[in-house]
C-alpha cells in the first residue's frame, strides 16, 4: 500500500508547478496536492496568512478523508506544513521542506516586498507576469503579489513562528536548501533543523530557490528517499 503525500505550492505558487514532479512520486504514493485560497484556479477572496493556509490544509485533508499524511511543502508551503505539525500533529507524518524562509523580521519582510510590486514586474520581469497571469487565471495576478507582501509585512512584524513553536514539533522534519538559493540561507535553515526535535538539514548542490529552476528527478528521489 502506497503512502499518502500532499504536495504544498509556495508563495505566488499553485499546482501547476508540480506536475513534472508529481509524475515522478505517482509511482511511489498516492500524491495530493491543492490551490491555497486565492491561488491558481482557487478564486476565494480574503487577505493571506499562514493560518489560513494551514486552515485550507486541514479543510482539504478532511473533505478527503486523510486522517495521518508525509507532507512536502515548497518555500511558504513548507512554512505552513511546520505550522501545522506543531498544531495538528495526529494528522501529520513526517514533513519535508525545500527553501522555506524562516527569517522574518521588519527588514528580511522589507527586502522581499522590494520584489513584490507588480507594476516593477510587469515592466522589468514581464516573462514572470505572463507566467502568473497563466499560473492564476482567472484570478488577478497582482492582487495575489500584494496580498502575498501584505503577508510578508505580518511576518515581519511577529506573525511568525517563535523558534520554542519549532521545538515543540515532535515529527521527522528534513529541512531542505538549495546550495544557490538567493532568498533563503543555509544559515537560517540551519538554525530551524537544530530547533526541531527530531530535524535535519540537506543542502542540495546546484539548487536555487525557483522549484522550476530544479531537476525533478533529483527532488523526487530525496523525497522518496526520505518519505518512503
Known amino acids: 500500500m502506497k503512502s499518502k503525500l500532499l504536495l504544498l505550492h509556495g508563495a505566488l505558487g499553485s499546482t501547476s508547478q508540480f506536475e513534472v514532479l508529481k509524475e515522478k512520486l505517482i509511482p511511489h504514493f498516492e500524491v495530493y496536492a491543492f490551490n491555497f485560497s486565492g491561488h491558481g484556479s482557487d478564486t476565494t477572496n480574503g487577505d493571506f496568512s499562514i493560518e489560513r493556509f494551514a486552515n485550507d490544509t486541514l479543510d482539504f485533508l478532511d473533505q478527503h478523508h486523510l486522517n495521518s499524511i508525509n507532507i512536502f511543502g ?42 513584490l510590486i507588480p507594476e516593477i514586474i510587469e515592466e522589468k520581469i514581464p516573462q514572470f507576469a505572463e507566467a502568473l497571469t497563466e499560473r492564476h487565471f482567472p484570478n488577478d495576478w497582482k492582487t495575489i503579489v500584494r496580498k502575498t507582501a501584505s503577508m510578508m509585512t505580518e511576518l515581519g512584524n511577529g506573525k511568525a513562528m517563535k523558534p520554542e513553536e519549532f521545538s515543540s514539533i515532535g515529527q521527522q522534519v528534513l529541512i531542505c536548501v538549495g546550495e544557490e538559493d538567493k532568498m533563503v540561507s543555509i544559515n537560517e535553515s540551519g538554525a530551524i533543523a537544530n530547533k526541531l526535535s527530531h530535524g535535519k538539514l540537506k543542502i542540495i548542490p546546484g539548487f536555487k530557490h525557483p522549484i522550476e529552476s530544479n531537476d ?3 527532488l523526487a528521489d530525496l523525497i522518496y528517499s526520505f518519505l518512503s
Open 216 to 218: 525533478p528527478e533529483i
Open 74 to 115: 515548497y518555500s511558504m508551503g513548507g512554512y505552513v506544513a511546520l505550522k501545522l505539525a506543531k498544531e495538528n500533529p495526529e494528522k501529520i507524518y513526517k514533513v519535508m521542506t525545500l527553501a522555506t524562509k524562516f527569517d522574518w523580521n521588519p527588514e528580511s519582510a522589507a527586502l522581499e516586498n522590494k520584489k
